[in-house]
């Protein structure tokens, strides 16, 4: 039996008995504790699963192996953003807590909501499991319904200190689970990068990994006298380049945007060459491609300004606007977002190699 059907019988199984209990105690008013919801071995956590009781919505994976996460559905795997996950278990799933039970008045909604478009969230630690029902927001949103089997009513859940409702937090899109490293490798593992800039040749350049001292090449692949300390600091920079978090940006879902921008020239480029594959594509078994190589091009967003806030010193934040670039990479299909601020230190050109 596949693990989809598994899934899907199980979730169908816990619909019909959540509304027969509900249905059966329609006027219980029994004491819940407060924090009879939330997580309380957030640290032991080995695997979670989000199990839509809507058929037609994907189920999806999160699990920890060999201390990595990795999040996947039936048809793709990708090591998992920590940072979101983290904030899954520690801030908001250990820190639920009962406001109210549901109103007799909201009973009916909330029970169809959660018996047909609700979600299971499973966390598992070894043997151990704790499971819940994620339901639909209260009516001015500052509370999230759900059910936990066993007991007899949906209730409003909080956490204390958080504005909202909590939905969002226990999403089944893939998407925002993703690490958002474009690149994520240890600089031992970088035989090669190049970085281009079209139009601008004499720009351009290559640090090549050498037994014990780098290679600075320029666009003709001829040897340059170079700071070691430059290259070595800037391939310890350059492992890693993060894209903006979030879900699929909106030109991809327009084949005629996207192919316009493809069809011209990036306005640089930088490629890896890898000695061993890149571990953002063993984490996919299905990617298909070169897996020791990976090509990043970027290309300009007209008008393309975000502000951010940043704390610079202690109690005080600042706000600062960044360029947003454009970014195909040669692991996948999709373009994302870059903040030119993540670029800054990374764009180079081969004079700053020189000194």
Not at 39 to 59: E, R
Request: proline share 6%; hydrophobic share 35%; net charge positive.
């Amino acid at each position: 039996m596949s693990k989809r059907l598994i899934i899907t019988l199980s979730v169908l199984v816990g619909s019909l008995l959540i509304g027969w209990i509900l249905w059966k105690n329609p006027n219980s008013t029994n004491q819940i504790a407060q924090d009879a919801f939330a997580l309380k071995k957030p640290n032991q956590v080995t695997s979670i699963t989000f199990a839509p009781n809507n058929p037609n919505q994907p189920y999806l994976i999160l699990e920890k192996i060999d201390n990595i996460w990795y999040v996947k559905n039936k048809n793709e795997r990708f090591i998992a953003d920590t940072n979101n996950i983290h904030h899954l278990l520690y801030n908001v799933s250990a820190q639920l807590q009962v406001k109210n039970p549901v109103s007799n008045k909201a009973l009916k909604h909330v029970t169809r909501f959660i018996a047909t478009r609700g979600i299971k969230v499973i966390f598992k630690s070894g043997d151990e499991e704790h499971t819940l029902f994620v339901g639909p927001p209260t009516t001015n949103e500052m509370a999230t319904y759900m059910y936990l089997p066993n007991t007899e009513l949906p209730c409003e859940i909080v956490v204390p200190g958080f504005t909202g409702y909590l939905t969002p937090n226990f999403t089944n899109n893939i998407q925002a689970w993703r690490a958002p490293e474009l690149v994520n490798e240890d600089p031992s593992n970088i035989a090669k990068l190049t970085f281009n800039y079209t139009g601008y040749p004499e720009k351009s350049f290559s640090i090549e990994s050498q037994k014990d001292h780098y290679n600075l090449l320029n666009h003709l692949n001829q040897t340059q006298n170079g700071n070691q300390a430059l290259l070595s600091g800037y391939i310890e920079l350059a492992k890693s380049i993060t894209r903006e978090v979030g879900d699929i940006p909106a030109i991809n879902n327009n084949n005629r945007m996207k192919d316009s921008l493809l069809h011209f020239p990036p306005l640089f480029t930088i490629r890896y060459d890898l000695k061993k594959p890149s571990a953002t594509t063993t984490a996919n078994p299905n990617f298909k491609g070169n897996n020791k190589e990976i090509i990043l091009q970027f290309y300009p967003i007209p008008n393309g300004e975000e502000e951010i806030k940043m704390q610079v010193v202690p109690n005080e934040a600042r706000t600062l606007t960044t360029q947003l670039f454009w970014v195909k990479s040669s692991l996948e299909n999709n373009i994302w977002t870059v903040q030119e601020l993540i670029l800054k230190n990374r764009i180079k050109t081969i004079q700053d190699f020189q000194r």
